[in-house]
């Protein structure tokens, strides 16, 4: 299995609503990646997780939570977002944190917040 | 400058050559990367070149590595209607840095 698998596909919600973004990978990767990328621009990195443990924040709002249950699952939990949170969010994992980071990419989550 | 940078688009001929360019930051990162990204979709890692290294091939895809320079390139030979995609340059630093990506388009 080399895949990154995230679900929902779609997903639109209100600004009041709360949901989660799921993503999984069974290729033994030690780290999780959550990523944001806007129409037309490169993902911009949003949280690291490695050995199921944080490591990276880019100083992203509360309203985005992450969670690494296991090594194998990556959540990504949604409350009180704003229009401007509408974007697609991808997910990716990688063999090993650091400098050489092949990263394997999910097909992403097309968030739209009405 | 911090950016990954790239030119934003590229038309190319079916069956022609495409060289895509980007010139990074960073003369000591480990390692350059190729992604591919098709509409609707994640990006997928098409190659990438250690940092000791001038040139990589792999199929139809050639990489050249200029470090003095930090310029790197990415050569699709034969382009194929399939080849269509937006391609990221990227670098590692203490994180993947992105280029902003260059859409090809493939002319009949």
């Known amino acids: 299995d080399t895949e990154v698998t995230q679900t929902p596909k779609h997903l639109v919600m209100g600004m009041t609503n709360k949901k989660s973004l799921k993503c999984e990978q069974h290729?033994?990767?030690?780290?999780m990646y959550w990523y944001k990328q806007k129409a037309k621009k490169p993902p911009e990195l949003m949280f690291v997780?490695?050995?199921?443990?944080?490591?990276i924040n880019e100083s992203v709002p509360s309203r985005f939570s992450p969670e690494c249950p296991n090594s194998s699952l990556l959540n990504l939990h949604l409350h009180a977002l704003q229009p401007e949170d509408s974007a697609l969010y991808l997910c990716?994992?990688?063999?090993?944190?650091?400098?050489?980071?092949?990263?394997?990419f999910g097909s992403g989550t097309q968030l739209s917040v009405l | 400058g911090e950016d990954v940078e790239q030119s934003l688009f590229l038309s190319v001929r079916e069956g022609d050559s495409s060289v895509i360019n980007c010139t990074y930051t960073?003369?000591?990162?480990?390692?350059l990367y190729w992604y591919k990204q098709e509409p609707g979709a994640g990006l997928q890692l098409l190659t990438y070149?250690?940092?000791?290294?001038d040139m990589k091939q792999d199929q139809r895809l050639t990489v050249l590595l200029n470090k003095k320079d930090k310029h790197l390139s990415l050569r699709i030979a034969d382009t194929q209607t399939g080849d269509s995609a937006i391609y990221f340059c990227?670098?590692?630093?203490?994180?993947?840095?992105f280029g902003k990506g260059t859409r090809l388009h493939i002319l009949p």
């Open positions: 990716a994992s990688s063999p090993l944190p650091g400098n050489d980071e092949k990263l394997f």
């Open positions: 290729m033994g990767h030690r780290a």
């Open positions: 997780y490695s050995y199921e443990k944080l490591s």
């Open positions: 960073d003369s000591s990162s480990t390692y």
């Open positions: 070149i250690f940092s000791n290294m």
């Open positions: 990227a670098e590692s630093r203490s994180k993947i840095i």
